[in-house]
């Protein structure tokens, strides 16, 4: 994370001494190693459950979708959210798991390059939790999100950072 400019009103990275959006210059920035972990659920029926559990969804394979979605959505991240730069992700890790009442989502992101990969991280299991309701909708209707959040990230000038309350 860049230093607040001392030209912004606010102290935000992302906003110049008039209030404007921008991208932060990160040219200057060391090329590091780099992680993020973020984590969120899907709230499902009963049925979805047990449904995941055995003979699978009626659109298909609901967890194998939702894996492949979240690593596509890591990879398109700068496209989606406006002041995010382009890097090279090198490493996009989605697992998910059916618990007794949702489906836990976890993406790990790594990069090697000059700013962390915390927005890919949970932009993967945004996308990849809304994959999942969009297998589910059929079976489920209320199926919903929650406690999307970043659980971790390694590297950079700031080094390490760990959420210290259990999800």
Not at 4 to 32: F, I, N, Q, W, Y
Not at 118 to 125: I, N, Q, R, S
Not at 159 to 166: A, I, N
Request: aromatic residues 0%.
């Amino acid at each position: 994370m860049a230093e607040p400019d001392a030209g912004s009103p606010s102290g935000l990275t992302h906003l110049d001494e008039s209030g404007a959006a921008r991208m932060v210059d990160v040219s200057a920035k060391e090329v590091t190693a780099r992680t993020a972990v973020a984590t969120g659920r899907v709230l499902v029926s009963p049925e979805v459950v047990g449904l995941l559990r055995g003979e699978g969804v009626p659109k298909g394979d609901a967890l194998g979708v939702a894996r492949v979605a979240g690593i596509m959505a890591a990879k398109q991240t700068p496209m989606l959210v406006p002041l995010c730069h382009p890097i090279a992700v090198s490493r996009v890790e989605v697992d998910l798991r059916v618990d007794d009442d949702a489906v836990a989502v976890r993406a790990l992101v790594g990069t090697a390059d000059r700013t962390g990969v915390e927005m890919e991280a949970l932009t993967a299991v945004s996308v990849a939790a809304l994959t999942v309701i969009d297998m589910v909708k059929g079976v489920d209707r209320g199926a919903c999100i929650e406690n999307i959040r970043l659980e971790s990230k390694d590297g950079g000038r700031s080094g390490s950072w760990r959420r210290e309350d259990p999800p």
